[in-house]
């Protein structure tokens, strides 16, 4: 990480946000080039930076969808950024038979060997059923469909 800063600046005249590195001299708006620009908000990560940038830039009605969906799905925000998160989908793909069954145990192993404990490989296959993207066929059964 180092110790490198990065700035979400505000735009003095058309209130616009623009994202640099912290300590950057005479960085002028994106949108109007005017060199009028107040820090916002400091990060120290250049991803949580832009994010926050498109974030502000985006109409509020829009903002709040934006944020709303990302809560739902925590894998798809850049600021969880760092550790790498398991692929709930891919794993239980790459779990499944020929016949589209779920090697329940093959899944469970795998999602442990990257640090997924089996009550969260319980709440995928709940989450994919409730998503339709899984039947359960019995006690511990489940079908890709
Ligand atoms: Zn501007």
Redesign the pocket.
């Known amino acids: 990480m180092g110790d490198q800063r990065w700035d979400m600046l505000r735009?003095d005249?058309?209130?616009?946000s623009s994202g640099g590195r912290s300590g950057q001299r005479s960085i002028a708006?994106r949108?109007?080039?005017?060199s009028s620009l107040t820090i916002a908000e400091s990060f120290d990560n250049a991803g949580q930076m832009a994010q926050a940038v498109s974030s502000a830039n985006l109409p509020p009605e829009i903002r709040k969808e934006v944020e709303d969906a990302l809560s739902r799905r925590p894998e798809l925000n850049p600021s969880n950024g760092g550790a790498i998160r398991p692929n709930p989908v891919r794993m239980i793909q790459s779990a499944a038979k020929d016949d589209g069954s779920i090697d329940m145990e093959l899944l469970v192993r795998e999602a442990v060997k990257v640090g997924v404990d089996e009550d969260e490989v319980k709440r995928w296959i709940e989450v994919s059923e409730i998503e339709g993207a899984l039947i359960r066929e019995g006690p511990g059964e489940y079908r890709l469909l």
Do not use: E, M, Q
């Open positions: 735009c005249s058309c209130g616009r708006c949108h109007c080039g005017s």
